[in-house]
């Protein structure tokens, strides 16, 4: 089993900054690959950013150059930090920790976390 708690969410103008946390509990975090996923009110819920056990990364399109995800193994914690931020990037922030072991998927996901990009 695995916990994770996001937070660092907010209301942020437009053309700003935040930095997205999650933190992992009661299982080995090296071993899953951890993604940012959101959903936005009557949309379905999107990969924003994923990062592998050894570090590699992948983003959407629409957040590509933007925002960057990265992992603390020794804080057991994943982040996103957000820059220039618009309005369609308001969602719900969702973290998630994926493990595939022969004949089992091991899928987690946080609370998520309230982002709200407007003037």
């Known amino acids: 089993q695995v916990q994770l708690v996001e937070s660092g969410g907010g209301l942020v103008q437009p053309g700003g900054s935040l930095r997205l946390s999650c933190a992992a509990s009661?299982?080995?975090?090296?071993?899953?690959?951890m993604g940012w996923y959101r959903q936005a009110p009557g949309k379905q819920r999107e990969l924003v950013a994923a990062?592998?056990?050894?570090?590699?990364?992948n983003y959407s399109d629409s957040v590509k150059g933007r925002f960057t995800i990265s992992r603390d193994n020794a804080k057991n914690t994943v982040y996103l930090q957000m820059n220039s931020l618009k309005p369609e990037d308001t969602a719900v922030y969702y973290c998630?920790?994926?493990?595939?072991?022969?004949?089992?998927?091991?899928?987690?996901w946080g609370q998520g976390t309230q982002v709200t990009v407007s003037s």
């Open positions: 998630n920790a994926v493990r595939a072991r022969p004949g089992q998927l091991d899928d987690y």
């Open positions: 009661g299982s080995i975090f090296s071993m899953y690959a």
């Open positions: 990062i592998a056990r050894g570090g590699s990364t």
